[in-house]
């Protein structure tokens, strides 16, 4: 079955660590995202990318970072400089960039902090 | 710049009551707008969507019409069940400088129904 996989389902940090949460994908899209959803919000778009080794910032890239190395592959990097990282972390992925194209979401990673 | 509103929840309801979440969006151009479904602890599951004016977009019983002069895109289905319990975004499609796309989502609307 094609999907998104999202791991570990629940992550947690300690003061001034880094952690990276995985997104794969087995369905060939060329694009991928990352949104943080905080509760009672919308999802903030973090960073996206459209084609293998290129990523762009989204609204609140600031603490974060990304890898695009592989197509099927986008993790994401949660460094000590992001100071209030407790939140729901949605990967997704488009067959590309489009405006019409569908969004397709993993399950999400909740990222605690200790 | 472009932005999506949704009524606020929670909206509770009993079974088989008849069912509207309203949104509304701020936009240049023609975006494709989206509702998004998410279930306790899940991610989003794209529920229908709409690529221009006049579509109606449908699913499972659920339904929404684009409509351009009103900029909606409120959400309806005829009778509810428990199972629809979860989360409702809208969502519309912006461009951006690069000329790739985001989706830009409402703050989400808690559905509640009872038995």
């Known amino acids: 079955d094609g999907g998104i996989t999202q791991s570990p389902k629940y992550l947690f940090r300690k003061e001034g660590q880094n952690v990276t949460l995985s997104c794969e994908q087995n369905?060939?899209?060329?694009?991928m995202y990352w949104y943080r959803q905080d509760p009672g919000q919308g999802l903030r778009l973090i960073y996206y990318?459209?084609?293998?080794?290129?990523?762009q910032k989204g609204d609140i890239a600031e603490g974060y970072s990304v890898s695009r190395e592989k197509k099927e592959s986008f993790p994401l990097t949660v460094t000590s400089a992001q100071k209030n990282p407790t939140a729901f972390y949605l990967c997704?992925?488009?067959?590309?960039?489009?405006?019409?194209?569908?969004?397709?979401f993993g399950p999400g990673t909740r990222l605690l902090v200790l | 710049g472009n932005s999506v509103t949704q009524m606020e929840g929670p909206v509770t309801l009993s079974e088989e009551a008849f069912l509207t979440i309203n949104c509304t969006y701020t936009a240049t151009g023609y975006p494709s707008l989206f509702w998004y479904v998410q279930y306790p602890g899940e991610g989003l599951q794209l529920l229908l969507k709409a690529t221009k004016a006049d579509d109606k977009g449908s699913n499972k019983g659920f339904e929404a019409t684009y409509r351009k002069e009103t900029t909606s895109f409120h959400l309806e289905k005829g009778s509810v069940q428990v199972s629809d319990s979860a989360v409702y975004f809208c969502?519309?499609?912006?461009?951006?400088?690069?000329?790739?796309?985001?989706?830009?989502f409402g703050s989400g609307t808690r559905l509640l129904v009872r038995p």
């Open positions: 990318s459209q084609i293998v080794n290129d990523f």
């Open positions: 969502a519309l499609s912006s461009a951006r400088m690069d000329s790739s796309y985001k989706l830009i």
């Open positions: 997704a992925s488009s067959i590309g960039g489009g405006g019409r194209e569908t969004q397709y």
């Open positions: 369905l060939n899209h060329d694009a």
